[in-house]
C-alpha cells in the first residue's frame, strides 16, 4: 500500500513511476514549478556485463573516511552501518571521518534523531575541527517530524552539494519518527527505501548509527532489530565492543570489528578473530578536556590481539574462581568436583581449571572422598601459635 510520505519521497527523489507521455502541444501551466526533475533510472534491462568478462571491471573501494593508517573505512554509494552498545564510541567513530572528510573539501551529511547540534558540533570542534570548514561543508539535520513536502525540499537541497558522506544516527528514533515498527523487517526496508537510499544514489557512504542487543551471547553480528538490518546492508557493517570507558579526563577505547563485508575489500586489511568478525581498528579517545580531545583509529596488530585475548581468558578465569568459592563456602559440606560443576555457571573445563588453580594456590583444600571422588572445602584458618595468643 502506498502512503502519503512513499508519495512525496517518490517525488523529491525520484523514485517515482514513469511520467505521463511528452505533449509537444501542451505549453504547461506556467504557474506550475518548472524544476526539471531526473526520471527514474530504468534498472530492469540486462545489464551490460562486458566489463566484468573482460577484466576492467574495478570493485567499489571503501575510500570514505580512513584509519590512520590511510586504509579506508567506508563504501561511497553503498549502504554501511556501525552498531555497538551505548556509550561505545559510535559517535566519535563517526565524527572522526566527518573531520576527515571535511578537511579534504568534502560535503557531510549529518542525519540526527539522538542528539542536538551543540552535542555533535561540539564534539566535531573538540576534535580539531575549524569552525569555518564546519561551517561550509558540515550540514546537520535534526527532524523533528514526519518529513513533510517542504522538508524533503530542504534535504534535497542538502543532497545537491553532492556529499560524500551521510551519517543517520540514530536508526531506532528515525524508525518511530516515521512511524515504523523497528522489529518488523517490511518496515526496515520501507526505511531504507524512502529515507537511506535517496542519500545512497547521491553518491554518499551512507553510514547508520545503531545499537545491538545488551545480551552479549545472544548478539552475534546483529544490531537491534528485524534480521534486515544486516540483510539489507550492501557495504560494511562495524561492532563496537567497548575496552575503556569513555569520558572527559579519560583514555576510551573500544575495538572495531568487521560484521559484514559486502565488497570483500576490507577484512583483507584486519585481522582474523575467534568470534569469526575481523578486528579491524582500534578506536581511541584521549579526552584532555571539555574542548579537546585526541582521536586515533589505530591499525590492529596481532601482538596486542594475543595480549587482549589472554587479558581476556585470564578475566573469565578469574571470575569462575570468586564463584567457585562462594558456591563452597555456602555448601554444607566439602563438595565433589562434580558438585562444584553443578553450582557454577560455565564451560567445564574453564570450571576444572579454575578449581585447580584455586587448589594449587591454597585457597581451596582438596582431600580424598569416598568412591575416589576428591572433596573441596575451604581452608580453616591456622590456630595462632602459643606465643600469638598470649600476645
Known sequence: MTTDLDASMDAYFGVDEEP????????????????????????????????????????????????????????PGRMNSVASESEAGKTWFALIACLQEINDGNHVLYLDFEDDAGGV?????????????????????????SPSDIDLIDLAAVLETSPTLAIVDGVTEGMSLFGLELKDNTDIAKFGRVL??????????????????????????????????????????????NRRPFGIGLTGKSTIRVAKDRPAQIRKNGLPHSSGM????????????AEFAEAHLYAPRARDEDEREDDEDQKRIAGIKRKILDAIGKAREPLTGKGVEDRVVGKAADIRRALADLVDSGHVDACPGPRNATLHSIPTPAAPAPEEAAA
Open 20 to 75: 505521463p507521455p511528452y505533449d509537444p502541444g501542451d505549453p504547461g501551466d506556467p504557474e506550475q514549478d518548472d524544476t526539471v526533475r531526473e526520471p527514474a533510472p530504468r534498472t530492469w534491462a540486462a545489464q551490460d556485463l562486458r566489463s566484468v568478462l573482460d577484466g576492467t571491471y574495478t570493485p567499489p573501494k571503501p575510500s570514505v573516511g580512513r584509519r590512520d593508517d590511510g586504509v579506508g573505512l567506508f563504501y
Open 121 to 145: 558540533v561540539g564534539r566535531l570542534l573538540c576534535l580539531g575541527a575549524h569552525p569555518d570548514t564546519v561551517l561550509e561543508f558540515f550540514h546537520y539535520v535534526r527532524p523533528e517530524n
Open 196 to 241: 537511506l537510499r535517496p542519500l545512497q544514489n547521491a553518491g554518499a557512504a551512507v553510514v547508520t548509527l545503531d545499537h545491538v542487543v545488551k545480551s552479549a551471547e545472544n548478539r552475534g553480528r546483529y544490531s537491534i532489530g528485524g534480521v534486515h538490518k544486516l540483510n539489507g546492508l550492501n557495504g560494511v557493517m562495524y561492532i563496537l565492543e
Open 278 to 289: 575481523h578486528w579491524y581498528a582500534d578506536l581511541v579517545v584521549k579526552s584532555e578536556s
